[in-house]
């Protein structure tokens, strides 16, 4: 058994991925003809490569030779793997030939029959990790290069192992799939069961419309104008949410909108306590939670609070 740094122990062989694949990085960018022999292909970039496949846009093109073109061709069953934007993303190409691909892409291709969709799920368990974050350098705009790439350390099973643990995740991860178009189909479903319930409830014939404040609510709008400034946030603070935070029916507060103590003595109107209700004014409206947050929370301007009367 050997150890590998990012992923622990593993029972297979352990080689750097150079040595059971053919690494490529892509051509820097050419927006223009640079001689009469070069040619306008399309190409990928990064955001061209997503988890669940490459896209492909004819019309997102640049100038290469013609050995350009034949080098960086993409052939179906190549990884792609950003080597910037989000480092480490892959996907398999299934589509036409044609493309070439940019700097900020890697071409994978198996070398003695090593399969790229089990270097695909390699390289996903590795962007899943906080190595990366090490290998790239957080400090700085990261990027895997292909000094790095074809250094990493990957378990090296046989070509026909490789895959059969291909195969396996593939039928698992559709499944997996599957259940969770299912799961957001069923939570879509509830909500609008949900709406249907509270909309016939509220407009039945017997019930007579009654303002708010008539049933001993409260309605507060938070500060905004002459009594909040924006350069009033600061770090490490206490939360002052706005209809940006307001998610799934819950409070989401962020660590960029929170003011210091005393701002909050100064606008301790609009604090909020747990139960009340928060209704976003502006975006999305008609948004709204009730409040599970620690007590102490403010509202912003584009919010109203609805509690009892105070």
């Keep these: 058994m050997t150890s590998i740094p990012w992923l622990g122990e593993v029972w297979y ?16 960018h050419q927006a223009a003809s640079s001689s009469e022999a070069d040619t306008e292909v399309p190409y ?27 080098e960086l061709t993409v052939q179906p069953g190549d990884l792609l793997i950003c080597e910037g934007g989000d480092v480490g993303r892959a996907a398999i190409y299934d589509g036409p030939e044609g493309f070439i691909f940019e700097k900020s892409v890697h071409r994978a291709r198996p070398v003695d029959s090593s399969d790229t969709r089990y270097l695909g799920y390699v390289v996903r368990s590795l962007h899943s990790s906080e190595w990366l974050d090490v290998l790239c350098n957080k400090a700085t705009i990261r990027h895997l290069t292909g000094e ?22 593939d039928v698992e991860t559709a499944r997996i799939d599957e259940l ?9 479903l509830v909500n609008e069961r949900w709406e249907s319930v509270i909309h016939r409830e509220l407009s039945r014939p017997e ?36 209809p940006l935070h307001i998610k799934d029916g819950r409070i989401h507060p962020d660590e960029h909108h929170r003011v210091s103590p005393a701002t909050a003595t100064r606008l301790s109107r609009h604090q909020l306590k747990s139960g009340d209700l928060v209704v976003g ?3 999305d409206l008609g948004v709204l939670i009730t409040s599970v947050v620690d007590a102490g929370v403010l509202i912003k301007g584009e919010d109203l609070r609805c509690g009892g009367a105070v």
Excluded: C
């Design 44 to 70: 990928f970039k990064s955001v061209s490569i997503q988890w669940k496949g490459v896209q492909r846009d004819p019309n997102i093109r640049m100038w290469a030779t013609r050995t350009e073109i034949s």
């Design 148 to 169: 790095k790439l074809g250094a990493l350390e990957i378990p090296v099973p046989p070509p026909d192992e490789q895959r059969r643990i291909a195969d396996f995740l």
């Design 13 to 28: 062989p352990v080689a750097a991925a150079k040595h059971a694949f053919d690494i490529t990085l892509g051509k820097m």
């Design 281 to 283: 004014r502006k975006g």
């Design 180 to 188: 969770i178009r299912l799961r957001r189909q069923h939570v879509a």
């Design 207 to 242: 019930s007579d419309p009654v303002e708010l404040r008539r049933l001993g609510a409260s309605v507060t709008t938070g500060p905004f104008g002459t009594v909040f400034n924006a350069s009033e946030y600061l770090h490490g603070g206490i939360p002052m949410v706005n």
